[in-house]
């Protein structure tokens, strides 16, 4: 999520409907649109990866918990770093309904990964899940954001950095919005359609990405709430780049969550980092 975004945001509001858990409260929220937005597949590729690792895995840019609970469940110990005390605090209420043993796998921690501090810095696996990396959206902060997961990983270590193939995107915008999909909110069992579009590709190379949610309540009466943030989208040799001078190099890239050969024509770029020795 962009820093600065209040709690109160639309977006963090939302979160939890609009990218749901297979194994979320409502299970119609997780549908054909998911393998759209690049969720339908990314828990299972990060528990194969997570399972060759030992030691605890760092997250960051965690949001509500999807990643970080998943790999708990399975007995991973998990360090889950974001910015927003909004999100943090649905990732904790997510927590209630687990386990203790689940529970006391995972740390919370509220900073901004650009200036990433943490005692522990060997971490043997990162993760920046889901297009988090492009919720950062300058390039300077972007670059200090991995410099930082860098000076918190053991050599040798990898990051997995999910985000969208930028060559798939509108980079001219979108002329009207459109309705995205159709899904329960899971605060409080209403229906709700979100309508969204993108604007066109900026300067500095940001993207606005904007709409509305139309809410139903239990007695008919719709209500409608406008979001708008941005994010600045990446492209495959920038990226390279940018990982070069964090210390990393690109050890494997994927079109997927599949292990599916990276084409112009891939929705997604999941990307294999490891930090030189």
């Known amino acids: 999520m962009n820093a600065g975004i209040p709690d109160s945001h639309a977006s963090i509001y939302y979160y939890d409907s609009d990218y749901p858990s297979p194994d979320g409260k409502f299970a119609e929220n997780f549908d054909e649109v998911t393998t759209f937005q690049g969720l339908a597949f990314d828990l299972q590729r990060y528990l194969e990866i997570a399972s060759k690792v030992n030691g605890p895995i760092l997250e960051l840019c965690c949001g509500t918990g999807r990643v970080a609970i998943a790999l708990a469940r399975n007995s991973h ?46 971490f043997p696996l990162a993760i ?109 040799f920038e990226l390279d780049l940018m990982l070069q001078q964090a ?9 997927g969550h599949q292990q599916e050969p990276f084409t112009a024509e891939s929705p997604r770029m999941f990307i294999h980092a490891r930090l030189n020795i």
């Open 128 to 236: 920046l899940a889901f297009n988090s990396l492009l919720c950062i959206t300058d390039f300077h902060a972007q670059c200090a954001a991995l410099k930082s997961i860098a000076n918190h990983m053991a050599p040798g270590g990898v990051l997995l950095i999910d985000v969208v193939n930028p060559l798939k995107l509108k980079l001219q915008g979108d002329s009207i919005p459109t309705p995205f999909f159709t899904r329960k909110n899971t605060h409080n069992g209403n229906t709700y359609t979100r309508f969204a579009m993108m604007g066109s590709i900026e300067v500095d190379q940001r993207q606005r990405l904007h709409g509305w949610y139309d809410e139903i309540d239990s007695e008919g009466v719709v209500r409608r709430t406008p979001y708008s943030l941005y994010w600045r989208p990446i492209f495959r």
């Open 247 to 255: 210390g990393f190099s690109i050890a494997k890239i994927e079109g």
């Open 77 to 122: 110990n998990v360090v889950a770093v974001d910015l927003s005390s909004g999100m943090l605090a649905q990732f904790c209420s997510a927590l209630k309904s687990e386990s203790p043993e689940v529970a006391e796998r995972i740390a919370l921690i509220e900073q901004d990964i650009t200036t990433l501090s943490l005692s522990q810095r060997s």
